[in-house]
C-alpha cells in the first residue's frame, strides 16, 4: 500500500469511473482503478455510492467533449448535494484542456473539478485524490515519453476478455487529429512484459486479448516489431483468442499478414481505417497512402486470408471535400465491401494543422453524405451477414444477450456479433453455432457443441 494512504475510519473509500473514448482509455480506467485499489479504495459502478467520481474523457470529436461537459453539470449537482464528493476530470480533454483548465480553475469546469489528470500522470492518482481530500486541486498533466505502465497489473472485471495496452501514443500526426497532441510521442511496452501478462491471463482462464495501441503496427522492442509480438503472444495459449487494434494502413507489412495468416487463434480481422477514398482528401489528411496503395495492401491481405473480415473509419467533410471526392469514398467502399465502418462528420480541432484549413463543408452537407454512407455499409453488412445464413461458425460465448435473458452473446473470428439460446453453455466455452437469419448488426443462430480449443473454421475444415 503507499505511503500516503489515506482511508480513514469505518468504511473504505469508493471511486467511480466513467469512460469515454477508444479502448486505450477502456484499459487506462482499469490501469487508474488498479493503482487506487492498492492504495485502499473500493471501486463502485453507481454515482451515487461513490467518494471520487472520475471521468476519463476524450477529445476527438467536438461532440465527444461537448457530452462531458453535459455530464460535469450533472456530477456538479452531485457535488452541491454532497460536497464531500470529489471530482476528477482525467484522460485526453485533461491533456488537451490543461491550460484553459488551470486559468479557468476558479469558475466554470475548474470548479466543479478537484482534480485533472493527463493520461500519462495516472501514478500520481493517489497522491492526487490524498491532496484532494485535504482541499488541494490538483493538475497533472505533464506527457512523458517513457511512461506505459508495464508493471501495473489492470483492474479487470470480465473474466473472459481482456484489453492491454502495447503501445501508447501516436507520431502520424494526421492533419486532423487531436491524439499526437494529448497522448504525446509512441513508445512501446516489452515484448517480455506484454507475453507475461498474456501467461497470467491464460491460468485465470481469459478466453480473448485485444493488444491495443493508437498504431499497433509501429510497435517496437528493439529489433522486435509487432508482428513478432503478435506471435509471442499467440503461442502463449491457443484456446486465447487474439485481437488488436488499430492498424494503420502505412505500417501493415507482409510479415504481420503472414503472421494473422500462420495462427488459427489469431482472429482473421482487421481494423484498417482508409479515413477517404479521395487521394486529393488522403493527401491534404496526411495519411501517407492513396487510394491504389490502399487497395493494394488489401489484396494481398484477401489474397493471403481469404476469409478476412475489415473495417475502417471514414471522416466525410473533411476541407474542400466536393461531391466528387465524397463519391470516391462511396466506390471505394462499394468496391472494398467492409464488414463494418465507423464513419464521422469531420469535426476540427483546436492546434491540428487541418484547424487551419476551412471548414467548408456545410453541416447540412456532412449530414447527407454521411447518412449516404451509412445507409450504403447497412445494406453491405446486411448482405455479407446474410451469406452466412446456414454456415456453422465458432463462436465465444462472452455474456448474457442484451436483449434476453434466455439468450448469450458472442462473437464470430471475424468479429460478429451472435445471439443464440443459452443451452447449458458458459462464458468462455467456445461453441459451434448454425446461422438462421441475420439483420445488418447481429446474427442470430443455434448451437451444436462445445469445445475448449480453437478449431480450424468449420468452412475451411469441411
Ligand atoms: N489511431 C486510429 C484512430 C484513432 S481516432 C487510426 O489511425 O486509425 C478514431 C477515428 O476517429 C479516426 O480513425 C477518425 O476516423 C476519427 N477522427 C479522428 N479525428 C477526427 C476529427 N477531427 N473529426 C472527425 N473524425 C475524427
Ligand atoms: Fe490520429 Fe492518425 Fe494517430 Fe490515428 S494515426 S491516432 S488518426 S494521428
Ligand atoms: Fe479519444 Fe483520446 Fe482515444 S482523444 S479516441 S480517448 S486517445
Given at each position: 500500500?503507499?505511503?500516503?494512504?489515506?482511508?480513514?475510519?469505518?468504511r473504505?473509500?469508493?471511486?467511480?469511473?466513467?469512460?469515454?473514448?477508444?479502448?486505450?482509455?477502456?484499459a487506462?480506467?482499469?490501469?487508474v482503478?488498479?493503482?487506487?485499489?492498492?492504495?485502499g479504495?473500493?471501486?463502485t459502478?453507481?454515482?451515487?455510492?461513490?467518494?471520487?467520481?472520475?471521468?476519463?474523457?476524450?477529445?476527438v470529436?467536438e461532440?465527444?467533449?461537448?457530452?462531458?461537459?453535459?455530464?460535469?453539470?450533472e456530477?456538479?449537482?452531485?457535488?452541491n448535494?454532497r460536497?464531500?464528493?470529489?471530482?476528477?476530470?482525467?484522460?485526453?480533454?485533461?491533456e488537451?484542456?490543461?491550460?484553459?483548465?488551470?486559468?479557468?480553475?476558479?469558475?466554470?469546469?475548474?470548479?466543479?473539478?478537484?482534480?485533472?489528470?493527463g493520461?500519462?500522470?495516472?501514478?500520481?492518482?493517489?497522491?492526487?485524490?490524498?491532496?484532494?481530500?485535504?482541499?488541494?486541486?490538483?493538475?497533472?498533466?505533464?506527457?512523458?515519453?517513457?511512461?506505459?505502465?508495464?508493471?501495473?497489473?489492470?483492474?479487470?472485471?470480465?473474466?473472459?476478455?481482456?484489453?492491454?495496452?502495447?503501445?501508447?501514443?501516436?507520431?502520424?500526426?494526421?492533419?486532423?487529429c487531436?491524439?499526437?497532441?494529448?497522448?504525446?510521442?509512441?513508445?512501446?511496452?516489452?515484448?517480455?512484459?506484454?507475453?507475461?501478462?498474456?501467461?497470467?491471463?491464460?491460468?485465470?482462464?481469459?478466453?480473448?486479448?485485444?493488444?491495443?495501441?493508437?498504431n499497433?503496427?509501429?510497435?517496437?522492442?528493439?529489433?522486435?516489431?509487432?508482428?513478432?509480438?503478435?506471435?509471442?503472444?499467440?503461442?502463449?495459449?491457443?484456446?486465447?483468442?487474439?485481437?488488436?487494434t488499430?492498424?494503420?494502413?502505412?505500417?501493415?507489412?507482409?510479415?504481420l499478414?503472414?503472421?494473422?495468416?500462420?495462427?488459427?487463434?489469431?482472429?482473421?480481422?482487421?481494423?484498417?481505417?482508409?479515413q477517404?477514398?479521395?487521394?486529393?482528401?488522403?493527401?491534404?489528411?496526411?495519411r501517407?497512402?492513396d487510394?491504389a496503395?490502399?487497395?493494394?495492401?488489401?489484396?494481398r491481405i484477401?489474397?493471403?486470408?481469404?476469409d478476412?473480415?475489415?473495417?475502417?473509419?471514414?471522416?466525410?467533410?473533411f476541407?474542400?471535400?466536393?461531391?466528387?471526392?465524397?463519391q470516391?469514398?462511396?466506390?471505394?467502399?462499394?468496391?472494398?465491401?467492409?464488414?463494418?465502418?465507423f464513419?464521422?462528420?469531420?469535426?476540427?480541432?483546436?492546434n491540428?494543422?487541418?484547424f487551419?484549413?476551412?471548414?467548408d463543408?456545410?453541416?447540412?452537407?456532412?449530414?447527407?453524405?454521411?447518412?449516404?454512407?451509412?445507409?450504403?455499409?447497412?445494406?453491405?453488412?446486411?448482405?455479407?451477414?446474410?451469406?452466412?445464413?446456414?454456415?456453422?461458425?465458432?463462436?465465444?460465448?462472452?455474456?448474457?444477450?442484451k436483449?434476453?435473458?434466455?439468450?448469450w452473446?458472442?462473437?464470430?473470428?471475424?468479429?460478429?456479433m451472435?445471439v443464440?439460446?443459452?443451452?447449458?453453455?458458459?462464458?468462455?466455452?467456445?461453441?459451434?453455432?448454425?446461422?438462421?437469419?441475420?439483420n445488418?448488426?447481429?446474427?442470430f443462430?443455434?448451437?451444436?457443441?462445445?469445445?475448449?480449443?480453437?478449431?480450424?473454421?468449420?468452412?475451411?475444415?469441411?
Amino acid at each position: 500500500m503507499a505511503e500516503h494512504s489515506n482511508i480513514p475510519r469505518m468504511r473504505k473509500k469508493r471511486v467511480y469511473i466513467e469512460t469515454y473514448g477508444c479502448q486505450m482509455n477502456a484499459a487506462d480506467s482499469e490501469v487508474v482503478l488498479s493503482l487506487l485499489a492498492q492504495d485502499g479504495y473500493e471501486v463502485t459502478n453507481t454515482l451515487v455510492d461513490a467518494d471520487v467520481v472520475l471521468a476519463n474523457t476524450c477529445s476527438v470529436r467536438e461532440n465527444a467533449e461537448q457530452r462531458i461537459y453535459g455530464r460535469l453539470g450533472e456530477f456538479k449537482r452531485l457535488k452541491n448535494s454532497r460536497p464531500d464528493v470529489l471530482i476528477g476530470l482525467i484522460g485526453c480533454m485533461a491533456e488537451r484542456l490543461r491550460t484553459k483548465l488551470t486559468a479557468e480553475k476558479a469558475k466554470g469546469v475548474g470548479q466543479i473539478v478537484d482534480m485533472i489528470v493527463g493520461p500519462d500522470e495516472y501514478r500520481r492518482m493517489p497522491e492526487l485524490v490524498h491532496r484532494a481530500w485535504h482541499g488541494e486541486k490538483g493538475i497533472a498533466v505533464q506527457l512523458s515519453r517513457v511512461e506505459t505502465y508495464d508493471d501495473i497489473v489492470p483492474l479487470r472485471t470480465s473474466g473472459i476478455s481482456a484489453w492491454i495496452s502495447v503501445m501508447r501514443g501516436c507520431d502520424k500526426f494526421c492533419s486532423f487529429c487531436v491524439v499526437p497532441f494529448t497522448r504525446g510521442r509512441e513508445r512501446s511496452r516489452t515484448l517480455a512484459s506484454v507475453v507475461r501478462e498474456v501467461e497470467i491471463l491464460s491460468s485465470r482462464g481469459f478466453k480473448e486479448v485485444t493488444l491495443l495501441g493508437q498504431n499497433v503496427n509501429s510497435y517496437r522492442d528493439e529489433n522486435r516489431d509487432f508482428a513478432d509480438l503478435l506471435r509471442s503472444v499467440a503461442e502463449v495459449d491457443s484456446s486465447i483468442r487474439i485481437r488488436f487494434t488499430t492498424s494503420h494502413p502505412q505500417d501493415m507489412s507482409d510479415k504481420l499478414i503472414e503472421t494473422i495468416a500462420d495462427h488459427t487463434n489469431i482472429c482473421k480481422f482487421i481494423h484498417l481505417p482508409v479515413q477517404s477514398g479521395s487521394d486529393r482528401i488522403l493527401e491534404l489528411m496526411n495519411r501517407t497512402y492513396d487510394r491504389a496503395r490502399y487497395l493494394g495492401l488489401l489484396y494481398r491481405i484477401r489474397t493471403r486470408i481469404p476469409d478476412v473480415s475489415l473495417s475502417t473509419d471514414i471522416i466525410t467533410g473533411f476541407p474542400s471535400e466536393t461531391e466528387d471526392d465524397h463519391q470516391k469514398t462511396m466506390e471505394l467502399m462499394e468496391h472494398v465491401r467492409y464488414d463494418g465502418a465507423f464513419t464521422f462528420k469531420y469535426s476540427p480541432r483546436e492546434n491540428t494543422p487541418a484547424f487551419k484549413m476551412l471548414d467548408d463543408v456545410p453541416d447540412a452537407i456532412k449530414t447527407l453524405r454521411i447518412n449516404e454512407i451509412i445507409d450504403q455499409q447497412q445494406k453491405i453488412s446486411l448482405q455479407k451477414n446474410q451469406e452466412m445464413v446456414n454456415h456453422t461458425y465458432e463462436v465465444l460465448v462472452e455474456s448474457e444477450s442484451k436483449k434476453s435473458p434466455v439468450e448469450w452473446q458472442g462473437r464470430t473470428d471475424g468479429n460478429k456479433m451472435v445471439v443464440f439460446p443459452k443451452g447449458n453453455f458458459k462464458a468462455g466455452d467456445y461453441i459451434t453455432v448454425k446461422i438462421l437469419r441475420a439483420n445488418s448488426a447481429t446474427l442470430f443462430g443455434s448451437t451444436e457443441k462445445s469445445h475448449s480449443q480453437i478449431e480450424l473454421p468449420i468452412e475451411e475444415a469441411a
